[in-house]
């Protein structure tokens, strides 16, 4: 879109992935232009928008609430279209969540851009803009794989899955083929063995989309189902070239019970191997999301994503300070140059950590907690960031 005298130029924000749509995208056909109006505190309330965002363009910071109800927020207050600017310097990707009909056509800004155009409307001076959303959508007919073990309790089941996509920029050789491999090599090798607990793989589709095939199958589970799994275990990203070792940092405190006894397993098999480990968020950027909030214990690793290695990190696991653990996330280098294999056999390969955890809960669930139904988890989603790898708040 081309800038034009006294305009203030847009980024296109939320992708709107998060499900099927069966009306038109909450986009535009034509052009909009307003005035952008600076929304009170983060937009949560409908109360924060001013009479002036009627007609116009409102300006809203991130944070409190999720995006979807910031853009239906200002779609109520009569605006045109909503911008939603960064706290941080960097850009917004994020999703709306289901469609609304009061959602308005949703941009974002990085923090930098976002608090100086602020400031100009802080101190009374004028921004006028231009906005426009082209977007295609179509409904596309995708299959999760769930394969069961014959043998094995069924009414005590070991579940674990990574996503068999990968986004549009990549192969998704790293994110997520290593762990789709590392649940097959498994799948694989446990042919050779009994178990006494049923163990069911899982191959998600639509991952990258917004969690969109594991949440179709925790979402369509009947109660009797969803109990005989006793816990879900995520495998995504297990061979970063720039890796640390990572433990999602799930606790019963804030999620179901067993949660916390799964992350215990993997703190265990590491400190045994005498290898370092750190722990991330339970943020809702992976699989395990919908387990979750469908009241499953759940709980895994990873090597990396975006994040920024430290330099105690390098201490801990060597490679390079100050650079992505992987470099190629959701890049089209994320090829079979992209992995480093020494992660991923640590983590996935015969008596390793994805096959010692498999092992452990399909011999026995001795000291782990039974299962409780829980129709809500509110102080997880509360706490949650994003869903899948775009934002949701």
Same mark, same amino acid.
């Given at each position: 879109m081309?800038?034009?005298?006294?305009?203030?130029?847009?980024?296109?924000?939320?992708?709107?992935?998060?499900?099927?749509?069966?009306r038109?995208?909450?986009?535009?056909?034509?052009?909009?232009h307003?005035?952008?109006?600076?929304?009170?505190?983060? $937009?949560c309330?409908?109360?924060d928008?001013?009479?002036?965002?009627?007609?116009?363009?409102?300006?809203?910071?991130?944070?409190?609430?999720?995006?979807?109800?910031?853009?239906?927020?200002a779609? @109520?207050?009569?605006?045109?279209a909503?911008?939603?600017?960064?706290?941080? @310097?960097?850009?917004? &990707?994020?999703?709306?969540?289901?469609?609304?009909?009061?959602?308005?056509a949703?941009?974002?800004?990085g923090?930098?851009? $976002?608090?100086?155009?602020? !400031? @100009?409307?802080?101190? $009374?001076?004028?921004?006028?803009?231009?906005?426009?959303?082209?977007?295609?959508?179509?409904?596309?007919?995708t299959?999760?794989?769930?394969?069961?073990?014959?043998?094995?309790?069924?009414? +005590?089941?070991?579940? /674990?899955?990574? &996503?068999?996509?990968?986004?549009?920029?990549?192969? $998704?050789?790293?994110?997520?083929?290593?762990?789709?491999?590392?649940?097959?090599?498994?799948?694989?090798?446990?042919?050779?063995?009994?178990? +006494?607990?049923?163990?069911?793989?899982?191959?998600?589709?639509a991952?990258?989309?917004?969690?969109?095939?594991?949440?179709h199958?925790?979402?369509?589970?009947?109660?009797?189902?969803?109990?005989?799994?006793?816990?879900?275990?995520?495998?995504?990203?297990?061979?970063s070239? +720039?890796?640390a070792?990572?433990?999602? %940092?799930?606790?019963?405190?804030? %999620?179901? !019970?067993g949660?916390?006894? /799964?992350?215990?397993?993997?703190?265990?098999?590491y400190?045994?191997?005498?290898?370092?480990?750190?722990?991330?968020?339970?943020?809702?950027?992976?699989?395990?999301?919908?387990?979750?909030?469908?009241?499953?214990?759940?709980?895994?690793?990873?090597?990396?994503?975006?994040?920024?290695?430290?330099?105690?990190?390098?201490?801990?696991?060597?490679?390079?300070?100050?650079?992505?653990y992987?470099?190629?996330? &959701?890049?089209?280098?994320?090829?079979?140059? %992209?992995?480093?294999?020494?992660?991923?056999?640590?983590?996935?390969?015969?008596?390793?950590?994805?096959?010692?955890s498999?092992?452990?809960?399909?011999?026995?669930?001795?000291?782990?907690p039974?299962?409780?139904?829980?129709?809500?988890?509110?102080?997880?989603?509360? !706490?949650?960031?994003? &869903?899948?790898?775009?934002?949701?708040?």
């Open positions: 081309p800038s034009q005298p006294g305009t203030q130029r847009l980024d296109p924000l939320l992708e709107l992935l998060s499900g099927i749509f069966r038109r995208p909450i986009g535009l056909l034509e052009p909009v307003g005035t952008l109006v600076l929304v009170d505190n983060e $937009g309330d409908e109360s928008y001013p009479e002036a965002v009627k007609g116009n363009i409102a300006l809203i910071l991130r944070g409190t609430c999720p995006f979807g109800t910031k853009s239906g927020n779609g @109520k207050a009569g605006a045109v909503a911008v939603v600017y960064n706290y941080e @310097k960097d850009e917004v &990707h994020g999703t709306l969540g289901t469609p609304s009909p009061d959602h308005v949703t941009f974002g800004l923090g930098e851009e $976002g608090k100086a155009v602020a !400031k @100009k409307l802080k101190d $009374g001076e004028k921004v006028d803009a231009i906005a426009y959303i082209d977007a295609e959508v179509k409904t596309i007919s299959t999760n794989i769930i394969a069961q073990t014959r043998g094995g309790d069924p009414d +005590n089941c070991v579940m /674990l899955g990574g &996503h068999s996509d990968s986004v549009a920029e990549g192969p $998704g050789i790293n994110d997520d083929g290593s762990g789709s491999i590392s649940v097959l090599e498994v799948a694989v090798q446990l042919t050779k063995y009994r178990v +006494n607990n049923c163990v069911r793989f899982a191959w998600w589709a991952e990258e989309e917004g969690l969109l095939g594991s949440d199958y925790v979402s369509v589970l009947p109660e009797d189902e969803n109990r005989k799994i006793r816990l879900f275990m995520d495998y995504d990203m297990m061979a070239p +720039n890796f070792y990572q433990i999602y %940092n799930a606790t019963n405190a804030e %999620n179901p !019970k949660s916390e006894e /799964l992350r215990d397993l993997y703190v265990n098999w400190e045994e191997q005498g290898l370092n480990y750190t722990f991330i968020p339970f943020d809702g950027r992976s699989d395990y999301d919908g387990f979750i909030r469908g009241g499953i214990p759940a709980g895994g690793i990873a090597t990396g994503a975006e994040g920024v290695k430290t330099e105690d990190e390098v201490e801990m696991f060597g490679g390079e300070a100050g650079v992505w992987d470099k190629n996330y &959701h890049q089209i280098g994320d090829d079979l140059t %992209n992995v480093n294999y020494t992660a991923w056999e640590v983590n996935t390969k015969a008596k390793q950590l994805i096959a010692h498999v092992a452990t809960y399909a011999k026995s669930f001795k000291g782990f039974e299962r409780e139904i829980e129709t809500s988890v509110q102080t997880y989603s509360d !706490k949650t960031k994003y &869903h899948g790898s775009k934002l949701f708040i």
